[in-house]
């Protein structure tokens, strides 16, 4: 199988459910194609960029792409021959977001911990999404300068201080699928010096509380998070992440105040929900 290092969905084979009576590829390869859009993508993208994202045949991705369009999921630009997401693909997006009341609640830290931290600083609650971390919550500090991530944003799992976070705290099950993804998806090198950082996170975590990363996700990008696994049982896991340029985020700060701030924070949510 070719080594893939784009964040695409998984594919049947990946997961283990080619073989599965109950597993309903068609809906599958549906469901790969919007996961394919990017907030970025604003001209929309045609079927031979999707069909790259996703890594289906183009006359797949042609029949998938004419049906979402005439359920209303995507719509169709004649001028650019481009797709964009419709409006249905919205509603099913707020459907998800009301049912995760952990949001509300971690909304009102979030924010307060982002206005004590001054410019540039960007607070996310993300949650996973197949091999990326969607955000489903953020806070920005007062100033111009910040990361351009919003809710909806994806990152990577493997590689983003969020999601080793994430990956730190979840189940032993979910952790060793994770990893054999890891492996499946990149060249063997780029493979093991992602799971060195996976390891490194864990182990920040087990002895700090939270995990910095200093440029390991982007040269001039550093973030420091941490694991949240919600009390209440209908919610999944998440994790919370600050980061910001390096310039306001050394990692001497993150280290001394940011890392225990962010992980009272996250206590915080824990004792409110």
Same mark, same amino acid.
């Given at each position: ?25 068609? %809906? ?9 859009? *990017? ?12 069909? $790259? *994202? ?7 991705? !042609? ?15 004649? #001028?650019? +021959? ?31 911990? #982002? ?7 960007? %607070?996310?609650?993300?949650?996973? $999404? ?8 953020? @806070? ?5 300068? !910040?990361?351009?991530? !919003? ?5 990577? %799992? ?12 979840? =189940?032993?099950?979910?952790? @060793? ?13 780029? #493979?093991?010096?992602?799971? $060195? ?8 975590? *087990?002895?700090? +509380? ?8 982007? /040269?001039?990008?550093?973030?420091? =998070?941490?694991?949240?696994? =919600? ?16 310039? =306001?985020?050394? /990692? ?8 225990? /701030? ?9 004792? #409110?929900?």
């Amino acid at each position: 199988m070719r080594k893939r290092v784009t964040e695409t969905a998984a594919t049947p084979e990946e997961t283990g459910y080619e073989n599965d009576r109950q597993f309903v590829t068609a %809906l599958n390869r549906g469901l790969q194609i919007l996961r394919a859009f *990017r907030p970025t993508d604003k001209a929309g993208l045609g079927n031979s960029e999707l069909a $790259d *994202r996703t890594g289906l045949p183009n006359s797949t991705v !042609s029949r998938l792409t004419f049906t979402l369009l005439k359920s209303g999921y995507l719509v169709y630009d004649e #001028a650019t +021959g481009r797709y964009r997401m419709g409006v249905p693909v919205l509603s099913l997006g707020y459907a998800c977001l009301a049912g995760l009341h952990v949001r509300e609640t971690a909304q009102v830290y979030m924010q307060q911990l #982002a206005n004590e931290c001054g410019d540039g600083i960007l %607070l996310a609650l993300g949650g996973r $999404d197949d091999m990326t971390i969607t955000y489903i919550a953020c @806070a920005r500090s007062t100033g111009v300068i !910040s990361l351009q991530l !919003s809710v909806g944003s994806r990152i990577s %799992l493997a590689r983003s201080a969020m999601g080793r976070a994430y990956i730190a705290g979840t =189940s032993e099950a979910e952790r @060793a699928e994770i990893l054999a993804r890891v492996q499946d998806r990149y060249p063997p090198e780029q #493979a093991q010096e992602i799971l $060195d950082g996976i390891e490194d996170a864990a182990e920040q975590i *087990r002895t700090k +509380g939270f995990y910095t990363s200093v440029g390991a996700w982007q /040269k001039d990008v550093n973030a420091v =998070s941490v694991p949240f696994r =919600s009390q209440q049982p209908d919610t999944p896991m998440l994790a919370f992440n600050l980061g910001g340029y390096a310039y =306001s985020l050394p /990692k001497e700060r993150l280290e001394n105040e940011l890392g225990p /701030k962010l992980v009272e924070l996250a206590r915080k949510v824990s004792r #409110a929900e």
